[in-house]
Nanobody, 119 residues
Framework: QVQLVESGGGLVQAGGSLRLSCAASGSTFRLYAIGWYRQAPGKQRELVARISSGGGTNYVDSVKGRFTISRDNAKNTVYLQMNSLKPEDTAVYYC?????????????WGQGTQVTVSS
């Protein structure tokens, strides 16, 4: 089992930066793909960025060039560096760990961290 704890959210002005961290427990963290999702009030949760166990990354179009996802397997941590923040980035950001095994899929979620971008 993997437990995830997000941190780094807060209030920032438009154009500012924040770095979110997702700290994981467990010795199998390196095997998991990690995604950052966000959910704004009244909207569906959306995938913002994802990093595979091998380090490959992908981003939703709205954050390309502004956000960077990275992982440090030695620290069991994934980061989301968010630059040039916009008010529309305001949401609760969640960390997800996903692993597809032969007979089972594993999904774990953190509790979320609030990001608020003021105009």
């Amino acid at each position: 089992q993997v437990q995830l704890v997000e941190s780094g959210g807060g209030l920032v002005q438009a154009g500012g930066s924040l770095r979110l961290s997702c700290a994981a427990s467990g010795s199998t963290f390196r095997l998991y793909a990690i995604g950052w999702y966000r959910q704004a009030p009244g909207k569906q949760r959306e995938l913002v960025a994802r990093i595979s166990s091998g380090g490959g990354t992908n981003y939703v179009d709205s954050v390309k060039g502004r956000f960077t996802i990275s992982r440090d397997n030695a620290k069991n941590t994934v980061y989301l560096q968010m630059n040039s923040l916009k008010p529309e980035d305001t949401a609760v950001y969640y960390c997800n760990a996903h692993l597809s095994a032969v007979l089972q899929e594993y999904d774990y979620w953190g509790q979320g961290t609030q990001v608020t971008v003021s105009s």
